[in-house]
Each structure stands twice: as structure tokens, then as C-alpha cells.
């Protein structure tokens, strides 16, 4: 999170650059404070978990040995190296287990980006007389941008809409795909709102216009149940950091019979699919919190959910003229995206820094002016509300006590920035 400064006159200005515009001073903060509950003024409450988790000490335990006394390179000929061979397999069927696949069905990349990537320009590659890929208004940037690149090379790209909660049009699905369509990518769960399409629906009616399906799965792995042995999904996407793995390491899934060109190309790594030494820790590391994903899921999706209940609830009673955006029934148990009207998500976001609270906004500053997220857009969130939007995601480190700072800091910001603010009727 960016850290705010600040200003001679004790008020908190943005974090986006000396000649941002974007937003005005934002209040000092001190009486503020003085009639919050107090915290312990070194700890930080992190419920910023769809942008990055906290390793988990059991994953670390694991890939350390492999930093330190296990450095053998997996392709070497000696012992030394062909024992890190052996533990690359192991996590490769671990993170297998979790998606109900066969391990020679994963490939490991360095991130989630990279995983998308591969997938989309992988196929292309090897159908070169299809022109076309669908996808939606929602990707995540790892995918969207992707489109925008490959249609400046000709590529041509159709982007199904959403409804007001999120939702996919599936009937526009069928009635974009067509003759000259190489590859459908739709997100498996939103990134911002934390709603889940349908992706073995989509997956089958992609599959029987005989189109390659992918789906960006960053979100959803860990998270929610995925059984890919039953569907008919093609590719599919995943990022270490999103479930208490480190940074630098990721997964697609290629169903065996798929075909894709390398990304990478170079030595003959993870069967010829993609070059460049494996990122041992990294690997073993996502094995374990594949495991782990594997054999708490159920128990924590359960608590986290109700944590996450919990603090919606809190909020929606709490604060007025505040909605739950994306369909409240089908939403990551995890993520809670709530907007709160007039107020711009960026000045809630250093307000609930102060407090040591990390979360994120649907709002970014984009060349001096605050734009409401892409996402939001594409729901027909209305102005007011796409700005002062907020996302909780939550993980199993998160706690009641936690929830219940953040559900009683939370009126007062609101209250505060409301009052300064021009779009409140007074
Ligand atoms: C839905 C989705 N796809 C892709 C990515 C990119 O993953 P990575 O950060 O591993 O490149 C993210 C990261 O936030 C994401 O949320």
C-alpha cells in the first residue's frame, strides 16, 4: 500500500505524485483518532488478500532446505540434483490434487500473468488461420491488456458485457463465438467483486462450438472448490501468491491433448513447454499451499466466509447509503467489495492506513484524475458509488477481533469524509 504524506497544515495529502489533482486534503486526523477504539499502534490488520497473502510458516519450512543445503539444479545428472527432481514431482502432483487433474497437466510459470499469457498466445500460435478471441469487460489486466496488445497485431477482440451484479450474458457468449474464434478466456472469480461465473457451463458451450477454453483461475484457486478431471475446461490459470505461497511462481493447467507453443523457449524444461531453470523454492513452496488449500478448505472457506459476513453486516448497519457490489450469492467466501456513497475509496484507504488496516479501493489514479475500476464500470455501478468503492478480502489469518476494529473504525471515516464532502445533500 502506498503510504500517504503529510502536509504542513496536518492534513494527509495522495499518494499519487507531487502534481496530483486528483483528490483534495484530506482531514487531520487527530481528533479522528481520539475517538477511535484503540490498537496496538504497531500491528496491521491485513485484509488486502485478493492483491497478495502472508506465506504460510509451513510453506516456508518447507522451501527453505531448497535455498540453502538442496541448491542442486533438477536437470543435472548426479544425485544431488535429481533429489530436487524428485520433490519437484511431488509438489507438481500436490498442486494436481488441488485441481483434479494429472500432474503432467501442470505447468509451472513464474506468475499468474505469465500462466494467461501462455495460454492465449500459446494457442494462437498453433492455430494461426483464427483471427478472433473472446473474453469479458471484467479480465484482470493480465488478460485485457493481453487482447489490447494482440489486436494492435491484427487480432480481433469481442468482450462480453455484465449485468448490474456482475453477471455473465451467456446467451452473448454463443453469439460471439464464430468460425475465425481460436480461444474464449473468462475469468473463473473476479479479482474486485469476487464473483464467480459459471465456468463449467461456459466451458461446455465453448467446447461444443469446438473452441479452446481458458480461465484465469488466480482468484478462485484455494478458495473454492475446482474439480477439472469433470469439465470441460481446456487451460487454466494460477498464482502462487494468491494462496499463501510466495511471489514468483504459477501455474497453468493444460489438459492433456491441448495444444500450445511455448511462451519461453529454451531448454527442455517442464517437457519442452516452457525454457528457463525451474524456480525450485517457489515450486515446492506452491506444492505445500496446494496441500494445505487441499486439506483446510473447507473448514477455513467456512470461517473466513463468516468472518466476511460478518463484517458486511456490521457495515451495511452501520454506514448509510453503502451497497454490496456483484451478486451477493455467488462471491468468493473471501471478498467483500462495498461502496459507500460521495466519498472517494482512495481517501477512505489512507484514512484506514492510519489505523494500520490494508485494503484496497475500485479506484485508481490514472493520469491525475481518480477513474473508478473497469470492472465497476462495466457493472453500471453509478459514478458516485464506483468511487467511493472498497475491497475487503479476507484470509484464515484474519480474525473476529480483527473484523470487529474494522467494523467500528469504518462509520467513523465515512462519517468524516461525508461531511466534507460536495455530492452529500445537506
Ligand atoms: C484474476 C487475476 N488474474 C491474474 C492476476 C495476475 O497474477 P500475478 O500477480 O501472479 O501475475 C491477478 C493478480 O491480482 C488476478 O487477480
Redesign the pocket.
Known amino acids: 500500500m502506498s503510504s500517504p504524506k503529510t502536509t504542513r497544515s496536518g492534513s494527509v495529502s495522495g499518494s499519487c505524485g507531487p502534481d496530483c489533482t486528483c483528490r483534495g486534503p484530506i482531514p487531520a486526523l487527530d481528533d479522528l483518532r481520539s475517538a477511535m477504539p484503540k490498537q496496538d499502534p504497531k500491528s496491521v490488520i491485513y485484509m488486502d488478500n ?3 497473502t502472508r506465506v504460510d510458516e509451513q510453506v516456508v519450512a518447507e522451501m527453505l532446505p531448497y535455498l540453502t543445503e538442496q541448491y542442486g539444479n533438477p536437470s543435472s545428472m548426479h544425485t544431488f540434483g535429481g533429489q530436487v527432481a524428485h520433490k519437484i514431482a511431488e509438489a507438481r502432483q500436490r498442486v494436481a490434487d488441488l485441481l483434479g487433474c494429472l500432474p503432467e497437466e501442470i505447468l509451472f510459470t ?7 499469457n501462455t495460454a492465449i498466445k500459446g494457442t494462437l500460435a498453433v492455430l494461426p488461420n483464427k483471427r478472433k478471441i473472446v473474453t469479458t469487460r471484467v ?5 485485457l491488456t493481453t487482447c489490447r496488445d494482440l489486436e494492435r497485431h491484427g487480432y480481433s477482440i469481442s468482450e462480453i458485457g455484465v449485468d448490474r451484479q456482475g453477471n455473465l450474458n451467456l446467451d452473448e457468449l454463443g453469439f460471439r463465438i464464430d468460425d475465425n474464434t481460436a480461444i474464449v478466456s473468462v ?5 474486485e467483486t469476487g464473483v464467480i461465473f459459471p465456468i463449467d457451463e461456459i466451458a461446455s458451450i465453448v467446447h461444443s462450438r469446438g473452441v479452446v477454453f481458458h480461465t ?4 478462485a484457486a484455494g478458495k473454492i472448490p475446482l474439480n477439472l478431471r469433470n469439465s470441460a475446461i481446456d487451460m487454466l ?1 494460477l ?4 494462496l499463501h505461497a510466495p ?4 501455474v497453468l493447467y493444460v489438459r492433456k491433448g491441448t495444444r500450445i507453443a511455448p511462451f519461453l523457449h529454451g531448454g527442455h524444461q517442464e517437457s519442452g513447454r516452457r525454457g528457463g531453470t525451474e524456480n525450485v523454492p517457489g515450486i515446492i513452496a506452491l506444492g505445500k499451499a496446494c496441500e494445505l488449500a487441499l486439506k483446510y478448505r473447507v473448514e477455513e472457506n467456512t470461517r473466513v466466509k463468516s468472518l466476511r459476513d460478518r463484517l458486511e453486516a456490521k457495515l451495511l448497519a452501520s454506514c448509510p447509503d453503502c451497497m454490496i457490489n456483484g451478486n451477493p450469492e455467488h462471491r468468493l467466501p473471501n471478498t467483500l467489495n462495498i461502496s459507500f456513497e460521495y466519498i472517494e475509496g482512495e481517501a477512505i484507504l489512507l484514512l484506514l492506513n492510519q489505523f494500520g488496516i490494508c485494503a484496497s479501493s475500485g479506484s485508481a489514479c490514472t493520469s491525475g484524475a481518480l477513474e473508478p475500476s473497469h470492472v465497476l464500470r462495466a457493472m453500471g455501478v453509478p459514478f458516485t458509488a464506483a468511487h467511493g468503492s472498497i475491497r475487503f478480502s479476507l484470509s484464515r489469518f484474519n480474525t473476529e477481533a480483527e473484523v470487529d476494529f474494522v467494523a467500528e473504525v469504518m462509520p467513523k471515516i465515512v462519517n468524516r469524509l461525508r461531511e466534507l464532502s460536495p455530492f452529500v445533500k445537506r
Open positions: 485478493n492483491a497478495t513464474s506468475c499468474g500473468t505469465e500462466s494467461d479480465e484482470h489486466p493480465a488478460v475469468m473463473y472469480a473476479n479479482n484465469d483461475a488466480v482468484q490459470s498464482s502462487g501468491h494468491k511471489k514468483g511462481i504459477g
